[in-house]
């Protein structure tokens, strides 16, 4: 088995992976990135409307405080507040980071970065590139990680954490297997950071691409890393609803942000009655129930999905503004979104919960020699994220992982020794399903993907928790068979995954369980309303003798004041 040193191992390659690579080596650090997907091609490619900063070029009166403000009323006072703070304080200064590595943002009439209006914000403060935001971000930090020779290596699905073998609290590196050749690696670190995005393939109709299935916060949690707010999945409001291909794919909430409308089968534009202030232009939370309460009372389309309308913006400004969703619709519906409405139905987008993270150093609170980063840690959006704050988070928490990493690493002798035993036994785990008999994992993949629409979806309430754990206990026990050798077989992989999948669906169950209120984007139908009564808590994972285990920790406040009644 080949054996890599590094100072610091970065596990994923997407925004956070890539900010955290480029910071880490330019404080001295050796640094490995490695992903399941290609250099570029990671999530974060995907990103369409924009990154938040308050620079106040559009609005002159914005400010870091306001930014801080808008994320944690829009998290419902379940975020961190340090992380929160940090976010609004640095974001600005990471925008012009990516503008040194060469980003191009889109420019105002005097020159300056151009901002949008997003969701739930109280100032136009989203800078933008078009509606291919992430792209340009991930192809400006590839791009810099290749000046720097930065070492990336990709194709490799990591499995699991590994423990320092005299100090079992301690990480000291990964295993991977590489996905071409079937063959195992072990790398060792000083440092390990794990940006392995979210999960949102856990559920059957998704925005996310197919790697986001939830293996950083699996293999946290296995290693004896806290996970929190695992309740907390965004579900986008605007995905398309056909062709049955294209279905769960985003639909930018820059659609809305340009001036789109929402309107049921009755034409009406419906979010007055659920918002009149903000109108389309409302948390993502509220206007993705809204969506499914139209679908539900019958004012749905005959697909089961709303209209969103920017017609009447004129075909230039669509074509310069949100060229994406032109071609996107073009594409796969052969719809002209210039002259014709497009249908929508809200999407599993976003995972606000991860791994507990030291907010200053992104460093596990459990485990020294881990740090976690991007939607791999929770504790940012609390309990709904602001659009355009994910970016933002990739790159302030990218680079202090990055930097906390550097200096933990930087100075300290690499792991020379692994516990073969451990490895060995995790390739036992890995081997288990090849040549037996039993159900194709992909097929088990989109069965657990059914069960969490149907069961922990944008209405909650006990009986479908209890139910979707029931299904999910019966799902998790059923022998899998993988055909073929361990040699590019992706049935292997979904096997991988799909392991990783039931356990982070277990604590998204039995945290939305445990949560017996209404908050942010965790709706309970059973109890709808937010109750600030018995204490603001976190709901906790941890896993102990394979169990999961759900606690609390209270939410810390340091700036803003939970009675606020705004999120009722
Ligand atoms: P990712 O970009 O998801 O990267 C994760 C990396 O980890 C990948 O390289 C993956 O291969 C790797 N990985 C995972 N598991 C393993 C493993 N076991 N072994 C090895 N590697 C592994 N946010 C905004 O702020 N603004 C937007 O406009 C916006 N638009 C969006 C549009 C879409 C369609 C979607 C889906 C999301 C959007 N988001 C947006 C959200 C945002 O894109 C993501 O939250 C963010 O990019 C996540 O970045 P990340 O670096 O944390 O993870």
């Not at 944008?458 to 928790?465: H, M, Q, W, Y």
């Not at 600030?532 to 994972?541: F, I, P």
Request: net charge negative; glycine share 10%.
């Amino acid at each position: 088995m080949k054996v890599v040193s590094c100072d610091v191992l970065i596990i994923g390659s997407g925004g956070a992976g890539a900010r955290a690579a480029i910071e880490a080596h330019d404080r001295g650090a050796h640094v490995i990135v490695v992903a399941k997907t290609l250099e570029g091609k990671a999530h974060t490619v995907m990103a369409e409307g924009g990154i938040n900063a308050a620079l106040g070029f559009r609005d002159p009166d914005d400010s870091w405080e306001s930014h801080f403000m808008d994320t944690v009323e829009e998290g419902v006072f379940l975020n961190d507040q340090r992380m929160a703070e940090i976010l609004a304080r640095e974001s600005p200064d990471r925008v012009f980071d990516l503008e040194r590595f060469g980003a191009m943002f889109d420019r105002d009439e005097q020159g300056r970065i151009a901002q949008r209006p997003f969701g739930g914000q109280s100032h136009r403060r989203t800078c933008y590139v078009g509606d291919t935001t992430g792209h340009e971000v991930i192809m400006t930090l590839v791009e810099a990680a290749r000046h720097r020779g930065i070492d990336y290596r990709s194709e490799l699905v990591v499995t699991t954490l590994l423990h320092d073998p005299d100090d079992a609290g301690t990480i000291i590196g990964a295993f991977a297997i590489e996905v071409h050749s079937g063959s195992y690696l072990v790398f060792l670190a000083s440092a390990t950071i794990l940006a392995t995005g979210g999960a949102g393939r856990i559920y059957t109709i998704t925005s996310n691409p197919v790697e986001a299935t939830g293996d950083g916060y699996a293999m946290a949690l296995r290693s004896g890393a806290t996970l929190v707010d695992m309740e907390q999945t965004q579900f986008h409001p605007t995905s398309m609803i056909f062709p049955e291909s294209a279905k769960g794919m985003l639909v930018t909430e820059a659609v809305r942000g340009e001036g789109g409308y929402l309107l049921n089968s009755e034409d009406e534009r419906f979010m007055k009655r659920y918002n009149p202030e903000q109108m389309e232009l409302s948390p993502r939370d509220q206007t993705a129930r809204a969506i499914y309460t139209e679908i539900q009372e019958g004012r749905g389309t005959p697909r089961g999905g709303v209209h969103l309308d920017i017609t009447h913006k004129g075909r230039d400004l669509i074509m310069a503004r949100i060229p994406r969703m032109v071609k996107q619709f073009e594409k796969f519906a052969n719809i002209d979104i210039t002259t014709f409405p497009m249908e929508v139905a809200p999407t599993a987008h976003h995972f606000m919960g991860g791994v507990r993270v030291v907010p200053e150093t992104c460093e596990s609170t459990d485990l020294p020699g881990l740090f976690a980063c991007g939607e791999a840690a929770g504790g940012t959006h609390g309990a709904n994220r602001l659009g355009g704050n994910a970016l933002a988070e990739t790159q302030v928490f990218g680079k202090r992982a990055g930097e906390a990493a550097a200096d933990y690493a930087v100075g300290r002798s690499p792991p020379v020794d692994h516990d073969a035993v451990f490895v060995q036994r995790e390739i036992e785990r890995l081997e288990q399903p090849l040549g037996a008999e039993g159900a194709a994992p992909h097929a088990l993949k989109e069965e657990l993907g059914r069960l969490m629409w149907e069961n922990a979806g944008i209405v909650r309430n006990e009986k479908l928790l209890v139910e979707g754990l029931r299904r999910l206990r019966h799902l998790g026990r059923t022998q899998c068979a993988v055909k073929g050798s361990r040699r590019y077989n992706p049935d292997w992989v979904d096997y991988i995954e799909l392991q990783n999948m039931v356990l982070v669906s277990e604590c998204v169950l039995t945290c939305a369980l445990s949560r017996k209120e209404s908050r942010g984007a965790h709706y309970r139908s059973d109890h709808p309303k937010r109750d600030d009564s018995s204490g603001l808590v976190h709901y906790t994972c941890t896993l102990q003798d394979e169990v999961l285990h759900i606690g609390s920790v209270p939410v810390e406040i340091t700036r803003a004041d939970p009675t606020m009644r705004k999120g009722d």
